[in-house]
């Protein structure tokens, strides 16, 4: 699953998540999709055409990239277990 080619689409019920997101740029659509399931809204992946770039290069740093997705993945993994254990 490539979360990041900039498509997404959105039911409007899912909106109150993007008020709790905690991270910015690129790392937006992977903590949404994390709180999305955590909430156990579905999540359906659709095939998308992606072509080469022409212009320009891409400003997306793979390193900052990679350590706030690990990031998100481990605070919301912490976040989970926390509830889980506080029962």
Known sequence: MNNQNG???FNKKVTPLF????????SV???L???ASIKG???????????HRQFRSSKVKLGKLTLNIFSCIL?????KSKKIFSK
């Open 7 to 9: 498509f997404r689409a």
């Open 19 to 26: 008020f709790k997101t905690t991270f910015q740029d690129f």
């Open 41 to 51: 809204y579905k999540i359906k992946e659709c095939p998308v055409d992606l072509y």
């Open 75 to 79: 605070i919301q993994y912490i976040k």
């Open 29 to 31: 659509p992977t903590e």
């Open 33 to 35: 999709i994390l709180l």
